[in-house]
């Protein structure tokens, strides 16, 4: 009875444990309005590294007395040009301008801007520029949504006509140029959007003076800025290639002295640009149009420190590093991908050397030193991507050469892991480096994540805020490394207790790792919190030996969609500016707007597919495995039917890596980052059972029944199994035929193919080396 209640009460506790960590929200409250008037104050290109005392002093007290954060600027396009990042402050969500571009600076865009009255002025080009954003883009933008909010906004400057003009092209009021005395203008409507010019090139002097008169005009537009008025100033986009972070300031009645965020980042100091039209309106109280705004209102938060150069420091050198870590990504990825290459290649040999024949025919088995070269060559791949997060404790970007920096510093950190697991008790053992190295990269993401993810923005091998597409919590490569880390974990701890236990030690191990990843004040990631229920209860069911049926299959999936209907019912009761991503895509398709969301997702899945080196690593990592380690003569099957718990760590790692990345819109990203890890392992494990596979256990006393007359033979414990040392070369020591250490010897397929049986604590010997042979290979 109780073994048919299991698989239902372990399902009851993953679906528990997720619901209770994806439920549990931080508490935040709708914002309030705080002004009458709101200006808005765009400056192309303007990044915080042009703004100084004697530069820009308006802009430098305005920051003093305000609140200021790092602004994303991304938009439908990349770079974001000024057309495209002027489009999109408009639309509250990605638009982009219909014209052509190259791939190098932003084009010269010539906006044209007709005045029939002298008071408004209209865009004959919006019509397209609408059809083109509706019908071939997959954001649903629509241009002019902000000042359609409104019933009256004023534009200054052909920018600002961009972002100000109504769907159908009209500007309500428009000025070519700054007045020369703008009060009038400004205090005529409730919203005003004011194009103070941009900030272009990479050389300091002209930089700074195109700067110094953007600064002139902010002064003037806060001389004539209305009674209670909130003034927005933003960095509205890139002027050209590489992209980087840029301006976000407010100044106005509670907006003092804090640091600007979003529910769209959950990040203190970083906003997007898509967040900039719903904070406008909910700071007038005015409602609004959820179906076309992608941003969130932005608020103030925390206590920055008083002094604004210190407070300046935090967002230039996020600038710095999210510069830096775009030129360092690709190549350590590459450089990743060549080293997994080549030591595919260098295990193929050994595998085909490692297995021990019974007689006196067989391959000459490798020398010792090169299968413990190649074996402490895959521990430091498997730690290269855990090695290359904890790289950003160190600030390596500030440096002339960063990316010798980064590098120095992941391979001194890829040493040192290496070197601990070298060392760390248990070494020899077969599953002894998979463990340590599954636990040191569990322990890094998690630490990371416990302590706000500060080393996943803008790391390496982390998510970059130019990006726009994550801001906190666990990133894609953190979530396949995690998922690899906590998986195996629970299989090494699995195997080494009863059968009858193990399960328990899946769900309990899987468990925490559901609640570090979905919760949002940890992980914050749904999507990935359901893909890894699905892992855990799919290792669990198969932890104690045999074969994924329909019923464990029914029950592993039962955990996964309990999980996700419960979080969608609780989800979907929360007000629309606090729900999740599973909560506003229900919402979507409640109100016929869900299929942007599955187009957007099935071409975010076929862009990364086509051009992430992490899909390379995930096709890699499955033909090595299929091709290789699960043949015959690959070890990883005999493995599988000694430590039935790996199998079914490897299996769910597997099931949560591919669900993760498919529903989350990364394709086979979070495969990738999982197998960088997992099958480095299961290569080096493959060696060391392939090596135990002529291995005897040696009679208690001597003799052919240990010694003692008419005595049985000696059971082996799991200490002949887990502590026997791993031979790298040299002829196996002459053993007694009886009973193979790491084979299971009851004469049937045990754990391998059964629910029962190949328990290494469980094993009977006196079978010969045929039996142990023709079971290993089954």
């Known amino acids: 009875m109780l073994r048919r209640v299991t698989p239902i009460l372990l399902t009851l506790l993953v679906v528990v444990l997720g619901v209770a960590a994806l439920a549990a929200r931080p508490t935040g409250e709708a914002p309030r309005r705080t002004a009458d008037f709101v200006v808005l104050a ?83 080009d919006q019509g397209g ?10 954001w649903g933008a629509v241009p002019g949504a902000l000042s359609e909010s409104v019933r009256c906004s004023v534009a200054v400057g052909s920018g600002a006509a961009v972002a100000a003009a109504r769907p159908f092209g009209r500007v309500d009021r428009y000025a070519p140029e700054l007045p020369d005395d703008p009060a009038p203008l400004l205090g005529s409507c409730v919203l005003s959007i004011v194009d103070l010019g941009a900030v272009s090139g990479e050389d300091p002097a002209a930089r700074a003076e195109q700067a110094r008169r953007a600064d002139a005009d902010l002064a003037r537009v806060l001389a004539a800025r209305p009674p209670r008025s909130l003034v927005l100033v933003a960095g509205v ?24 965020t979003s529910p769209t980042t959950g990040r203190e100091g ?47 050198d996020a600038d710095r590093e999210s510069a830096a870590q775009r030129r360092v990504t ?44 190649v074996e402490l060559l895959l521990v430091a791949v498997a730690l290269a991507v855990p090695a290359a997060l904890l790289a950003d404790v ?25 070197a601990a697991v070298r060392f760390v008790p248990g070494h020899a053992s077969t599953l002894g480096p998979l463990g340590a190295v599954a636990g040191l ?36 490569v953190g979530l396949g490394v995690f998922i690899a880390g906590s998986l195996l974990c629970a299989g090494w701890l699995a195997q080494r207790v009863r059968r009858q236990w193990r399960p328990m030690v899946v769900v309990a191990v899987g468990g925490l790792a559901v609640v570090v990843v979905g919760s949002p004040y940890l992980g914050a990631d749904s999507i990935g919190a359901i893909a890894l229920t699905a892992g855990v209860s799919v290792a669990a069911a198969i932890s104690t030996g045999g074969w994924l049926t329909v019923s464990r299959l029914v029950w592993a999936t039962m955990a996964g969609l309990a999980l996700t209907i419960g979080y969608a019912v609780i989800d979907l009761r929360r007000p629309a500016t606090e729900r999740g991503s599973l909560g506003r895509f229900l919402a979507a398709v409640g109100d016929g707007t869900g299929g942007l969301t599955v187009h957007r997702s099935s071409s975010a899945n076929f862009e990364t597919l086509v051009n992430s080196p992490l899909t390379v690593l995930a096709l890699l990592g499955a033909l090595l495995v299929w091709f290789a380690l699960l043949q015959p003569w690959g070890g990883l099957m005999r493995l599988f039917g000694i430590y039935p718990a790996m199998r079914a760590a490897m299996a769910g790692t597997a099931v949560a890596a591919v669900i993760g990345g498919v529903l989350s819109g990364s394709a086979l990203d979070v495969a990738g980052a999982a197998g960088a890890l997992a099958v480095p392992m299961a290569a080096l494990a493959a060696l060391r059972v392939l090596d135990h596979s002529a291995d005897r256990t040696q009679p208690a006393d001597g003799g052919p029944a240990n010694g003692r007359p008419g005595g049985s033979p000696r059971i082996p414990d799991r200490g002949d199994l887990d502590a026997a040392p791993a031979r790298s070369g040299g002829p196996a020591p002459d053993r007694p035929a009886d009973a193979s250490v790491d084979a299971p010897a009851d004469g049937s397929a045990g754990d391998a193919g059964g629910a029962g049986g190949g328990d290494p604590a469980r094993r009977t010997p006196g079978r010969d080396a045929r039996a142990s042979t023709e079971v290993a290979t089954a």
């Open 394 to 418: 160190v600030p390596w970007w500030r440096g002339d050469h960063a990316g010798w920096w980064f590098a120095t510093v992941t391979a001194l950190l890829v040493a040192g892991g290496t």
């Open 330 to 373: 690709g190549w350590f990825f590459a450089l990743l991908v060549g080293a997994q290459v080549l030591l595919a290649l260098a295990v193929l040999p050994l595998l085909r050397r490692a297995r021990r024949h019974a007689g006196p025919v067989g391959p000459t088995p490798a020398p010792r030193r090169v299968v413990a070269t």
């Open 237 to 260: 986009s890139d002027t050209g290639l590489p992209s980087r972070l840029h301006v976000a300031v407010a100044d106005g009645p509670g907006w003092e002295r804090g640091w600007l």
């Open 42 to 124: 765009g400056v192309a290109g303007l990044r915080w590294d042009d703004v100084d005392p004697q530069t820009t002093p308006t802009l430098w007290r305005m920051a003093q007395e305000g609140s200021i954060g790092s602004l994303s600027v991304r938009s439908a396009h990349r770079p974001t040009c000024p057309v495209d990042g002027w489009l999109t402050l408009g639309a509250g969500n990605f638009a982009a301008w219909n014209g052509s571009r190259g791939t190098g600076a932003c084009p010269a865009v010539g906006v044209t801007v007709e005045q029939p009255d002298g008071i408004g002025a209209n865009l004959p």
């Open 129 to 138: 520029v609408v059809r083109y954003n509706q019908q071939r883009q997959s």
């Open 441 to 476: 990269a569990t322990v890094v993401v998690a630490t990371d994540v416990l302590t706000g993810a500060r080393l996943q923005i803008n790391g390496v091998v982390g998510y970059s805020a130019l990006q726009g597409g994550r801001f906190a919590g666990l990133g894609t």
């Open 270 to 316: 970083y906003l997007q640009l898509v967040d900039l039209a719903p904070t406008a309106l909910a700071a007038l109280g005015r409602p609004m149009p959820e179906r076309l705004f992608l941003g969130r209102p932005a608020v103030t938060v925390g206590d920055r420190p008083a002094d604004l150069s210190a407070a300046l420091a935090a967002p230039a």
